[in-house]
């Protein structure tokens, strides 16, 4: 049983300011502690406690916004320790609602130029890699950095490689970039340090959409290879503000 004085383990408490309330599931990444992460996150929700305000997520931790003259930090507290103790949360499947995501992808050359870089480093060639990368499904870890921007994973274990010392000066929209078993997919132009490997035909910030950001935490993406004359009439499609990337419902 979890207790507020027991913080030697995980999840674990931890006060944010007069207003914030941290619950962390792990000191590092991994798709369990991730699970976790959200599914706790779907039942906060759905309890509806009365004085909090917002829940977010990261990639291993769920943050809770409250209004301390409703709800104290001890009974919010409280309510945590009990959701907390009521389940296994590693063992919890994810939350329902969540989508698997189809994209045309362009990789290497001119709209992944630091594919060979990277595929070097897992020790793999180009074509393996971009093979190994389309074959997994990458869950949405969390959304954050820029409005809508994805962290994707995880990977197979041979792409754990570092980002670069220095920084890519500028990835474009639909920028498709690689670093610790993770994926990240920009929204806008972004000056990065992942190695940047191919580009795909989504909007994951469509400002004049009528659901501007597609992705939820949770949702899974395959990126389906194409050729750069194929990716290009995609884009021409994103850009105009159509969906080209097919979606359906997970289990």
């Not at 104290?72 to 919890?92: I, V």
């Amino acid at each position: 049983m979890i207790t507020a004085e027991q913080q030697g383990g995980f999840p674990r408490l931890h006060r944010m300011g007069e207003a914030g309330m941290l619950v962390e599931f792990g000191d590092r990444l991994s798709m369990s502690v991730n699970a976790a992460t959200l599914a706790f996150r779907a039942a906060v929700d759905e309890a509806a406690w009365g004085g909090v305000e917002e829940s977010a997520t990261s990639l291993k931790s769920v943050f809770l916004r409250f209004d301390p003259v409703r709800l104290s930090h001890e009974a919010l507290e409280a309510a945590l320790l009990t959701l907390l103790n009521a389940r296994d949360w590693y063992a919890e499947t994810l939350p329902h609602g969540r989508k698997l995501w189809r994209v045309p992808t362009v990789f290497g050359g001119e709209h992944g130029p630091q594919l060979e870089e990277a595929a070097d480093l897992a020790g793999l060639s180009p074509e393996a890699a971009v093979t190994q990368i389309s074959e997994t499904p990458v869950r949405v870890l969390t959304i954050g950095f820029s409005p809508g921007m994805p962290y994707l994973g995880q990977l197979p274990d041979a792409f754990d490689i570092p980002r670069k010392t220095e920084l890519n000066p500028h990835v474009p929209a639909g920028g498709l970039a690689l670093a610790i078993r993770q994926l990240v997919l920009f929204p806008v132009g972004t000056q990065t340090g992942w190695r940047w490997i191919g580009r795909a035909a989504i909007d994951v910030f469509g400002q004049q959409a009528e659901h501007p950001f597609p992705l939820t935490a949770g949702d899974e993406i395959l990126f389906h290879p194409v050729s750069a004359a194929a990716f290009e009439d995609a884009w021409a499609e994103v850009d105009a503000g159509r969906m080209v990337a097919s979606c359906e419902a997970l289990p």
